[in-house]
């Protein structure tokens, strides 16, 4: 996957350069954009349109069976008569070209992403004009055997294909500038490769790489290399005879160890190595002073250098699914710090000192952490937190000065209860708290004013404050499995409010699947008790002279049941018989009947 940078430079570079080319154009002659009203070729004047470049056109409609006119496929510009750009990516499913496709001498960009071909025309590579090609997304699995070194192509995209080797011809290709080779089958690179000594841009990202060439260096001009998901063991040192390179990504490889040589690249600003088995990273690491972004995800990593935070441009560090036991302390001296990723180690401590660095982004998942400092309110420029997966019973009341964060996710943790100060998240947009141990809400939690998300899903609530009414924003809110409005181990659905069963815009997911069965009387005192339950659905009753039906009152309803129950010869149960045996004799009978009447009488 491109990184942001790299979709800056790969997605506009080649346009840009087409753009420039067609504006050069431009000062001799106007472009003729094709009328898409216009009727079959016959009816096209040959003054505006060139009619062999009509025709190749056309020859592209009949070998695909295509029912359209010449100028109405794709999207396309034309300079001096001639066909200078061609856009027909997405909708055709082509599947074959015609092999003069090279006639269209004065052809500058050529995109056919996202269609079905599996080769190319050798034609094609005769266009000396052409400056941009794609051919992204379709089936091809090779690239004609020869590549004539008069093209001036400087961008070529053939990412998401089946190639599985490239010509040796390939390094004829001298004026490339940038290079999508991504999601193929590559296994080896041509000895020509090196040729390429105007490359800026590489991306070898999903291929089957098992090394990269030794004279990697003579590619001089290259600064942008891109080449995860490959099958990699080593960086070759020649890679640091080129203190031009800004950006590396080797992650997903096999990397155990790399050169301690990083002091000889002084420009670079991104290295991603995730999901490799680096142990240790190399002391010169620490003099990338302009490195703004770092990615160590999924490695081995139990420790930083020493130096580290020298680093005083890093803003993004990724450290996750490492060995960390302990929080890396070198990371307090990273002043610019903006975004910091630990989540799946084995950090024991939340350290109060981590509070002091201006972090937008932080991410502690999955760790060993039971409790958060009280000073975590003064991280006010926090917009997005992620504690989840941590023994936490309790988040701390200054959490609600994070007046910014907009992303609170506290999952699968042990809280017991919420913080009323949650009401001062005035930019959360997403609250989950789902998996933890809570029992009820502030009613406070209701005045969140754009919360849009909220997951309570896998708790023990038995009701939702009446304030939840309040909300404007919420779109979707999750209460599955908790045990919402149980009574005596069921759902009572007359007590659900209104707001819960017509809530307007907000979708509402699990409100009747509900767990009633850890539901109960929780007081062992009361004569319900039920030792295994783990909520209190207010089922409780309590032992009461005379109150046969448990409703906490004595009276004519209890003289009723006593006496039916006698002449039914119905056999009590043990509560009952405890609340009705006023003659202490062990059983209901009369004698029972008239205490009961004498006592409602006094």
Same mark, same amino acid.
């Given at each position: ?244 390179? /800004?950006? @590396? *990504?080797? !992650?997903? +490889? #096999?990397?155990?160890?790399? &050169? %301690? ?6 420009? =670079? ?90 972090? /937008?982004? @932080? *991410?502690? !998942?999955? +760790? #060993?952490?039971?409790?958060? &400092? %009280? ?6 420029? =926090? ?97 599955? +499995? #908790?045990?919402?409005?149980?009574? %005596? ?114």
């Amino acid at each position: 996957m491109f990184i942001p940078c790299k979709r800056l430079f790969l997605d506009l570079f080649p346009p840009v350069l087409c753009t420039i080319s067609l504006v050069a154009l431009s000062f001799s002659t106007d472009y003729v954009y094709p009328d898409t009203s216009s009727s079959p070729l016959a009816n096209f004047s040959p003054n505006d349109y060139d009619e062999n470049d009509l025709q190749i056109l056309q020859n592209i409609i009949t070998l695909n069976n295509l029912e359209l006119d010449p100028l109405d496929l794709g999207n396309q510009a034309w300079s001096n008569e001639r066909l200078v750009y061609l856009d027909i990516s997405n909708e055709y499913e082509l599947t074959l070209l015609p092999e003069n496709l090279g006639e269209l001498e004065m052809l500058v960009e050529l995109n056919l992403d996202r269609n079905d071909l599996t080769s190319l025309p050798v034609s094609l590579f005769d266009l000396t004009q052409l400056g941009n090609l794609s051919v992204r997304q379709n089936q091809m699995t090779s690239l004609p055997e020869f590549l004539s070194d008069s093209l001036s192509i400087t961008g070529f995209d053939i990412a998401y294909n089946f190639i599985s080797s490239l010509p040796e011809s390939f390094g004829n290709l001298t004026n490339l500038l940038t290079l999508d080779l991504s999601h193929n089958q590559i296994s080896e690179l041509p000895e020509s490769f090196t040729s390429l000594s105007n490359l800026y841009a590489l991306d070898l990202n999903d291929n089957q790489l098992t090394d990269l060439p030794d004279d990697i260096s003579l590619m001089s001009q290259l600064s942008w290399i891109y080449v995860s998901e490959n099958q990699l063991s080593e960086i070759p040192e020649s890679l640091f005879d080129n203190s031009n390179i /800004q950006i @590396l *990504d080797f !992650s997903f +490889n #096999n990397l155990i160890e790399l &050169p %301690d040589r990083f002091d000889e690249l002084p420009f =670079l600003f991104e290295f991603h190595c995730s999901h490799n088995q680096i142990s240790q990273i190399p002391e010169s690491f620490s003099t990338l002073t302009n490195v703004i972004i770092v990615n160590f995800a999924n490695n081995n990593l139990s420790s930083l250098p020493a130096d580290f935070s020298a680093l005083n441009s890093l803003m993004s560090l990724n450290l996750a699914e490492n060995l960390f036991t302990g929080f890396p302390f070198e990371v307090f001296g990273l002043s610019e710090l903006h975004q910091l990723y630990l989540h799946d180690n084995q950090i024991d401590e939340f350290p109060a000192e981590l509070t002091s660095l201006g972090l /937008q982004k @932080l *991410d502690l !998942s999955n +760790n #060993n952490i039971s409790f958060i &400092p %009280d000073n975590i309110g003064q991280m006010i420029s =926090l917009i997005d937190f992620q504690i989840s997966g941590n023994p936490i019973t309790h988040l701390p009341i200054s959490i609600g000065d994070l007046e910014l964060l907009y992303e609170l996710k506290a999952f699968d943790c042990a809280l017991t209860s919420l913080p009323s100060t949650l009401e001062n998240l005035s930019s959360l947009l997403l609250l989950d708290v789902s998996n933890n141990q809570l029992t009820s809400l502030p009613d406070e939690i209701g005045f969140m004013p754009l919360v849009q998300v909220m997951d309570l899903s896998n708790n023990y609530l038995i009701e939702i404050p009446s304030t939840f009414a309040s909300f404007d924003e919420l779109w979707i809110l999750y209460l599955d +499995n #908790n045990s919402l409005y149980c009574f %005596d181990g069921l759902q009572d659905e007359e007590d659900i409010p209104d707001f819960l069963l017509n809530p307007g815009l907000t979708w509402i997911s699990g409100l009747f699947l509900q767990d009633c069965s850890v539901a109960g009387c929780t007081d062992p005192e009361a004569l319900n008790y039920l030792p295994n339950m783990i909520v209190d659905d207010g089922s409780c009753y309590y032992l009461l002279p005379g109150d046969l039906n448990h409703d906490t009152l004595v009276d004519i309803l209890d003289i009723v049941l006593m006496v039916d129950m006698i002449v039914s010869e119905i056999v009590p149960d043990e509560f009952t018989l405890l609340s009705g045996d006023l003659s202490e004799d062990g059983e209901l009978n009369i004698l029972d009947v008239v205490i009961l009447v004498q006592m409602i009488l006094e």
